[in-house]
């Protein structure tokens, strides 16, 4: 295959990710914006995580709340667990990789909170604790995922949204994360701010 017919298939399968995610679930991103919406009009915040590339996704969205997204407005009040290294490495080397989410979030999450998840693979041990750790608090759950929804999807309670893109390639499901993240920092800004 040459490389021009390697950049064509990449765009469209992605293109073909994107449309997919747009016919199935549209209405649940919808729900998620409303969902993060009302926490924030609670007076409480948005906490996210994920690991390697769906970090960036997280901290993307914790990075819009904080400052803007697309127009000057009040800062919004958002964490991503996954920027502090020197906690994240301690929590790792004293105790296990797969707290250094939940441990963080017993610290600072409170009930009423949502947590924003990430992740491609669908099988990580330290967002799975994370979930657990939410549903303990009674912090609500947005779980971006790929595929299947692999060991997260059945996590997850009634009242929790899941949004599975469907998709088996993880960067397909990491490139539509960030197209979700922009279209819930967009929703967000105008049922708060309106235009």
Known sequence: MSLQNRI???????????????????????????????TLLND?????CGNGRSAAVAQLLSSS?????????????????????????????DYHFDDI???QLRALGQSGDILV???????????????????DKDIGIIA????????????LHETDIEIRVPSSSGS?????HVVVTHCLCDLIDHQLFGG
Request: hydrophobic share 40%; aromatic share 4%; charged share 15%.
């Open 117 to 135: 998840a990430y992740t491609d693979g669908n099988n990580s041990a330290n967002i799975a604790k994370a979930i657990a750790t939410a549903h």
């Open 65 to 93: 709340m904080l400052n803007q997204y697309q127009r000057d407005r009040p800062s919004l009040p958002a964490i991503a667990l996954t920027t502090d290294t020197a906690t994240i490495t301690a929590i790792a080397s």
């Open 101 to 103: 989410f939940a441990k």
């Open 172 to 176: 397909h499901i990491q490139e539509v």
């Open 144 to 155: 971006l995922t790929g595929n299947n929804g692999g060991m997260i999807g059945p996590l």
């Open 44 to 48: 409480k915040k948005i906490i996210t």
């Open 8 to 38: 064509i298939n990449h765009f469209s399968n992605s293109i073909q990710t994107q449309q997919d995610t747009l016919s199935n679930l549209s209405e649940l991103i919808e729900f998620a914006s409303q969902r993060l919406v009302a």
